[in-house]
């Protein structure tokens, strides 16, 4: 789980749309900001740990439960068919109902970070158990 949340993470490297409107929406030295340009960034590590702890760690784990006799490409529908159904859950609870239809670039920007890093975790969890299935194998 631990390399999903930190492919999460790295996808932030490219920031997504809403802090780049956010950022060039006042100078720095302007009385009138709200918040300092800072704040992006620890909303930024929130909004990626929110993430990861209400949407990817549950989807991971239940996707893998529900695919663990089936192909990889399988599983990793069962994991995004989740994830989709808890980030828009999420974005429900967090913005409300009426902003949820209006934000959907939002669940979409979540969405396809998402999507890199799960595939990486559902990627891991095949490979170390085909691994541990031929060590039983060998023994």
Excluded: E, K
Aim: hydrophobic content about 60%.
């Amino acid at each position: 789980m631990h390399l999903s949340g930190a492919l999460l993470l790295l996808t932030f490297l490219v920031p997504p749309v809403w802090v780049l409107d956010a950022y060039g929406a006042a100078p720095a030295n302007d009385p009138s900001a709200d918040v300092p340009p800072f704040m992006l960034l620890v909303a930024v590590v929130f909004g990626c740990v929110s993430f990861h702890v209400a949407v990817q760690i549950p989807s991971g784990l239940l996707g893998t439960w529900l695919g663990r006799n089936r192909t990889a490409s399988i599983t990793y529908a069962l994991v995004l068919a989740v994830a989709g159904v808890l980030t828009a859950v999420l974005l429900w609870g967090v913005l409300g109902a009426r902003l949820v239809a209006q934000n959907l670039l939002l669940w979409a920007d979540f969405m396809a970070r998402g999507s890199l890093a799960m595939a990486a975790y559902v990627w891991l969890s095949r490979r170390l158990r085909t691994r541990s299935v031929q060590r039983s194998v060998a023994r």
